[in-house]
C-alpha cells in the first residue's frame, strides 16, 4: 500500500512563501510521476505542477514564475516551492503519484494552505 504524507500547508500573508513536501512510502517514487494539486471551495481539483521520473516539469499558468516543483528521490519527497502566494492560491494541496506506464495513481490526505491577511 502506497502512502503519501504532505506537510508545510499553513496560514501566511499575500506575498509570502511557503514550502510543501509529500513523503512517499514506496519503493518505485524515482520511477513515478509526482504532482501537486489543489482544491479550493466550490471548485474541482486542479492540477498545479508536476515532475516526471526525468526531472521533465510542467506547471499550471496561473503559478508559472512563482511556484517550484522539485523532488529527491533519495528521500522519497517531492516539493513545492510557492512564491508571492494570492489569496486565490488558498486551497487544500494534494500530492499524487502516477505509477509509470500505467493509469494507477495514489492522492495523500492533503494539506490546507491559507493565504490572507
Known amino acids: 500500500q502506497v502512502q503519501l504524507v504532505e506537510s508545510g500547508g499553513g496560514l501566511v500573508q499575500p506575498g509570502g512563501s511557503l514550502r510543501l513536501s509529500c513523503e512517499a512510502s514506496t519503493t518505485f517514487f524515482s520511477s513515478s510521476t509526482m504532482g501537486w494539486y489543489r482544491q479550493a471551495p466550490g471548485k474541482e481539483r486542479e492540477l498545479v505542477a508536476d515532475i516526471s521520473s526525468s526531472g521533465s516539469t510542467n506547471y499550471a499558468d496561473s503559478v508559472k514564475g512563482r511556484f517550484t516543483i522539485s523532488r529527491d528521490n533519495f528521500k522519497k519527497t517531492v516539493y513545492l516551492q510557492m512564491n508571492s502566494l494570492k489569496p486565490e492560491d488558498t486551497a487544500v494541496y494534494y500530492c499524487?503519484?502516477?505509477?509509470?506506464?500505467?493509469?494507477?495513481?495514489?492522492w495523500g490526505q492533503g494539506t490546507q494552505v491559507t493565504v490572507s491577511s
Open positions: 499524487k503519484l502516477t505509477v509509470i506506464f500505467s493509469v494507477v495513481s495514489y
